[in-house]
Structures are given as structure tokens and as C-alpha cells.
């Protein structure tokens, strides 16, 4: 089993806390034809509030008031994907602004919707 959390502001938390994360997509492609792919879950092992993808933020909200704690089984983790081995420049040069502004090495995508009882706990981090 593997051990990651997602953060999420109080609006998004309240679906979160019912059906899961079943909500999100990650950028892909080339800067000249860039497109959102749907059907992934942004995870990460940094369980810290301050989370440097959040700098610079415009939202009306806080991405990171909540974090859900998210268990993986070990029969699930096929559609687990280190974030730096799934990008690559070849195929996904948009990675390159987006490893700019966070700390990569700690980011992770799952392929597919994460069930509500993999979520262990959720804490409030103001």
C-alpha cells in the first residue's frame, strides 16, 4: 500500500468527503497544441500545507484549507504514475511550467477515481 494525500479547498472537499476524488485532469501535450486530459487524481507525498503550487494562486479559495489522507492498495498501484516518470519533454513539454512552480519530485497521478474508503482521514490545515 501506498500512503499520498490531496489537498482541496472546503468547496471541493464536500464531494470529496461523499464519492471520493472523482474530479480532475492533468495538462498534456506540447505548449503549441496543450489539451486537459480527464480521468486523473493529483496526488503527492508532501503532506505539508505549504505547498509551492499554490504561489501566485488567483483563486477566491485556499487549494490547500483540507487534506485528505489517500491509501493506495498494492493492487491499485498499476494506475499509480510518478508524476517526473509519466511526463516527458518528447511528448509533454507543458511539464516543463509546471515542474517550474512546485516540487515535483513529490507528485503523483492515479488513473481513475479514488473510492471514498481509500481516503483514511481528513484533516483541516488552517
Not at 486530459?37 to 503527492?44: A, F, H, K, N, P
Request: charged share 20%; aromatic share 14%; proline share 6%.
Amino acid at each position: 500500500m501506498k500512503t499520498l494525500y490531496h489537498f482541496a479547498s472546503r468547496i471541493h472537499m464536500q464531494s470529496i468527503k461523499i464519492d471520493g476524488l472523482t474530479q480532475g485532469a492533468i495538462p498534456m501535450g506540447l505548449f503549441e497544441n496543450p489539451r486537459m486530459e480527464y480521468g486523473y487524481r493529483w496526488l503527492t507525498l508532501n503532506p505539508e500545507k505549504a505547498q509551492s503550487w499554490t504561489i501566485g494562486s488567483t483563486l477566491p479559495y485556499d487549494r490547500t484549507e483540507f487534506r485528505a489522507t489517500v491509501t493506495i492498495p498494492t493492487s491499485f498501484e498499476c494506475n499509480l504514475f510518478w508524476w517526473l516518470g509519466f511526463c516527458s519533454p518528447e511528448k509533454n513539454s507543458i511539464h516543463i511550467d509546471l515542474n517550474d512552480g512546485g516540487d515535483p519530485e513529490n507528485w503523483y497521478v492515479y488513473r481513475g477515481n479514488v473510492p471514498r474508503q481509500w481516503i483514511r482521514s481528513i484533516r483541516l490545515m488552517a
